[in-house]
């Protein structure tokens, strides 16, 4: 298919592991975000990247976390010393370019449980 | 700040019968407002987008949503719900300064009932 794909779907790691959650983007789609989704919340805004570099990181929780995408398509989103509130969905999403009328096609998702 | 708010966690609505879903925001200047839904274990679908022009919006699967600037709401509406539709429905503004950013409400569920 020609859309967003994350991987894993699903992982259960333990307090304290480390955790690389994968996403492709559709191709040709220089914009990339990733988002967290909590139980009963919307999606909320973790980092850009535009190309390879992140354009803003601001939605970060704290340096636990940190994305990269050195090739400007497949991002990895790293989350080190997991703490049991991590726990979440991990969204990704892709566009065309940033401007105010392109909508974001989303992933399926990476169900993230720290035990 | 840019903000949703989406009032109610559930809507409860007869296949047939028209539906609506609630979406309130708060944005300085004119706002970029987006419905998105979601279905279990798959990622949010894009359904359709105001950022200026006509106030009543025409979407996917004959959803529309009609942008009000005096009540400062964006409200999703189907004239005629199907069970297919129940589903999770997100509304989203997107930051005027910073285009990368959506700021999503905390979504609406919808039950259709046959």
């Known amino acids: 298919g020609a859309g967003v794909s994350q991987t894993p779907s699903n992982k259960v790691t333990e307090k304290g592991k480390y955790v690389e959650l994968r996403c492709d983007p559709i191709s040709g789609h220089t914009a990339l975000y990733w988002y967290r989704q909590s139980l009963g919340q919307g999606p909320e805004f973790l980092i850009y990247?535009?190309?390879?570099?992140?354009?803003?990181d601001s939605g970060l929780p704290n340096d636990r976390f940190f994305a990269v995408r050195p090739e400007g398509s497949v991002s990895t989103l790293k989350i080190q010393r997991t703490e049991r509130g991590d726990s979440a969905v991990y969204l990704c999403?892709?566009?065309?370019?940033?401007?105010?009328?392109?909508?974001?096609?989303f992933g399926p998702g990476t169900r993230l449980t720290v035990l | 700040a840019q903000s949703v708010a989406q009032p109610e966690d559930q809507v409860n609505v007869a296949e047939g019968n028209p539906l609506t879903v609630k979406c309130t925001y708060s944005?300085?200047?004119?706002?970029?407002l987006f419905w998105y839904v979601q279905y279990p274990n798959r990622g949010l679908q894009f359904l359709l987008k105001?950022?200026?022009?006509?106030?009543l919006v025409k979407g996917s699967y004959g959803f529309e949503a009609e942008f009000n600037k005096s009540q400062t709401s964006f409200h999703l509406k189907k004239p005629s719900a199907l069970v297919s539709d129940s589903a999770l429905y997100f509304c989203?503004?997107?930051?005027?300064?910073?285009?990368?950013?959506?700021?999503f409400g905390s979504g609406t569920k919808l039950n259709v009932k046959p």
């Open positions: 990247f535009q190309g390879t570099g992140a354009a803003d």
């Open positions: 989203a503004v997107r930051d005027r300064y910073n285009f990368n950013k959506f700021y």
């Open positions: 105001y950022i200026t022009g006509d106030n």
């Open positions: 944005v300085s200047g004119n706002p970029y």
């Open positions: 999403a892709s566009s065309a370019a940033v401007t105010s009328y392109n909508e974001q096609f």
